[in-house]
């Protein structure tokens, strides 16, 4: 079956880690990393809140490119962003042809500024606390999600939910 993982929420939440974490566990699984995506165009100095939508618009056409030539050859994908909600929802039209799951994954600011602090600058903190504030007021009921709270758990647990959850 077609499988498609979204992880997905504010940064330093352990997004990133995690998915890797699945990808390399598991044989036939790709890792869309977006962030280096986002990275290979001016876009990795306008952040994603900050986009007019032009580099959103040209980084999910970015991810179903890859996720095609992937998906040809036979894997299943987990993809890991700070998503938008219009964006997940995008995403998931894109992928109608596959069982799609989304994953929030979430930590207070201040676990996410502590796990930051030894690779952004400080004046970073003050974007990782917008987007962690844009997460706590925006709404994603339109986008039906497993939350994964990455202060309560070892990613290593949060793996095994997701395990759980998709049945790998």
Not at 65 to 74: D, H, I, P, V
Request: glycine share 4%.
């Amino acid at each position: 079956m077609d499988r498609v993982v979204i992880v997905f929420g504010p940064p330093a939440t352990g997004k990133t880690t995690l998915s890797s974490m699945f990808a390399r566990k598991h044989k036939n699984w790709a890792f869309i990393d977006a962030d280096t995506l986002n990275n290979m165009t001016a876009a990795q100095f306008t952040a994603p809140l900050d986009d007019d939508g032009t580099y959103g618009a040209l980084l999910l056409k970015n991810i179903c490119s890859l996720a095609t030539n992937f998906r040809e050859a036979g894997f299943d994908l987990i993809i890991n962003y700070v998503f938008k909600p219009n964006q997940l929802l995008d995403l998931a039209d894109s992928f109608r042809d596959c069982k799609v799951d989304f994953f929030f994954v979430t930590a207070p600011v201040e676990v996410a500024l502590s796990r930051a602090s030894n690779r952004i600058d400080p004046e970073e903190e003050d974007d990782i606390r917008k987007y962690h504030e844009y997460y706590a007021t925006t709404s994603f009921e339109s986008v039906p999600h497993k939350k994964l709270a990455s202060y309560e758990a070892r990613l290593e647990d949060l793996l095994v939910e997701i395990e759980s959850v998709l049945g790998v």
